[in-house]
């Protein structure tokens, strides 16, 4: 990446960072990064399944990746975007991904995430 290109991040990086300090901790803003956080582990596993080449993958409150050759990152909006998701849900679960999906679909909001965490460790691959 340039120095240009390098600056003009960090000077992004920099603004959202002054706006982020003054959101209430309870904001979906802070929810998310939160969530992303928490689960960054199995969402970076989860990216790097089902997308080829990808060589870094980052959270905030949304999840992004570089995917080499690539000179934009991709950009998930949402833990939920990625769980549900079809592309990435048959890689990850194969012919049985509906049922999956119906699973985390009748799961609780706040149970989803473990629920996915332990569909994700349970299966075969």
Same mark, same amino acid.
């Given at each position: ?11 992004? #990086?920099s603004?959202?960072s002054? %706006? ?9 803003l ?6 992303? %956080?928490?689960?960054?582990?199995? #969402?970076?596993?989860m ?16 999840l ?7 000179k ?15 592309? %990435? ?6 012919g ?19 629920l ?8 075969e691959?």
């Amino acid at each position: 990446m340039d120095g240009n290109k390098q600056r003009t991040m960090l000077e992004l #990086f920099s603004e959202y960072s002054a %706006v982020r300090a003054q959101a209430p901790q309870d904001s979906w803003l802070e929810v998310e990064n939160a969530r992303n %956080v928490k689960n960054f582990g199995l #969402f970076e596993a989860m990216i790097r399944e089902a997308f080829d080449g990808v060589k870094l993958v980052v959270c905030g409150h949304h999840l992004m990746f570089m995917r080499e050759g690539e000179k934009m990152p991709y950009e998930v909006a949402s833990a939920d975007t990625l769980m549900f998701d079809h592309r %990435v849900a048959k890689k990850i679960w194969g012919g049985n991904y509906l049922e999956v999906l119906k699973r985390l679909a009748a799961a609780p909001p706040s149970e989803r995430d473990a629920l996915l965490q332990a569909l994700y460790d349970e299966r075969e691959r």
